[in-house]
């Protein structure tokens, strides 16, 4: 012991330094910066992401809320309405989640939107409304449920939300998936929600983040969510366009110029796309594909050596 005593005061106290021995805890605390080494133990237990992680296509955080069923459900499906937007259509769809992926139940799509009238202003938010109702009008004919949820037939923008009829079978509930996108005030992506609740779907929501919401006031004005439902604040840019700059209206307006649609005239073709939505949502018919077509290739076809040696 007294050798020992001996041994550690000699040393200043620290017995550390005498037996050759460093820490983290010994080190300096005001060291400014310290390396971290990662080394072959360090990578050898490194697990990368998923890879739509990777790619940033994928919010998994909130994926696994919109899938992962109660357990008191069993095997029940957990559908989401899930929207998506390109620069050229809107993609909707009802889907739920198995182990093997995603079970599409029903899809529908803007550019399908000109059989019903609409031929121009397709990823607009009045063409986002009539994409979300003929997503819903086609569920539920789908599953026998149209004539028992009709919906909100007069559309005034105000809040609606499905309740279950007596008698019949539960309103269809599903919920909305946006992955990535922002949930801004007056998004077109609440645009197809407010179609699917008003064409029958139960999609729990609120009013606060539809165009017309004052979120200072805390007032929400269904007349200014109307406008946006039939067009109108299109309307109201086309005339104002129109009326400043008529080089600038035919190059940003070429389509409708050339369709023939005016500011005027908006309101109407959404009101019959609506109704002609109601009539008929069914998909377009596939077209049958002759039974000896060939696939068309575009890889070169396979030579033989006397050919590869002949070219």
């Known amino acids: 012991l007294s050798f020992f005593l001996s041994f550690y005061f000699g040393c200043g106290g620290h017995w550390t330094q005498a037996w050759g021995v460093t820490n ?89 939107l000109p059989r019903y009238g609409v031929k121009v202003g397709l990823t607009n938010y009045a063409a986002a409304y009539c994409t979300g109702l003929l997503m819903a ?9 149209a004539k028992a949820y009709d919906g909100q037939t007069e559309v005034d923008g105000d809040e609606y939300i499905v309740e279950d009829v007596a008698g019949a079978s539960s309103a269809f509930r599903c919920f909305l998936d946006i992955g990535l996108a922002r949930t801004t005030t007056g998004a077109r992506i609440f645009g197809v929600l407010k179609g699917a609740v008003d064409g029958g779907l139960n999609v729990p929501h609120n009013c606060k983040r539809f165009p017309g919401y004052d979120s200072e006031a805390k007032e929400f004005h269904a007349d200014v969510h109307r406008n946006h439902i039939f067009g109108q604040h299109v309307a109201d840019y086309m005339r104002s366009l129109q009326e400043d700059d008529q080089d600038a209206f035919q190059r940003q307006f070429s389509g409708f110029v050339k369709a023939g649609v005016t500011a005027d005239g908006l309101e109407g073709i959404y009101t019959k796309a609506h109704a002609a939505i109601r009539a008929d949502p069914s998909p377009k018919a596939k077209k049958e594909q002759p039974a000896d077509k060939k696939p068309k290739r575009f890889a070169r076809k396979k030579m033989s050596r006397e050919q590869r040696v002949a070219r």
């Open 137 to 145: 009008r086609r569920v539920l004919t789908k599953l026998d449920l």
């Open 24 to 112: 983290l805890y010994t080190q300096d605390v005001n060291m400014p910066f310290v390396k971290v080494v990662k080394d072959r133990q360090y990578f050898k237990r490194f697990q990368v992401k998923y890879r739509r992680r990777r790619e940033g296509k994928t919010d998994y955080y909130a994926r696994k809320r919109l899938c992962v069923q109660d357990k008191n459900k069993y095997n029940t499906p957990k559908y989401r309405l899930v929207v998506r937007f390109t620069n050229k259509d809107i993609i909707v769809q009802v889907a739920y989640a198995r182990l093997q992926g995603d079970l599409i139940l029903s899809s529908a799509y803007a550019h399908e």
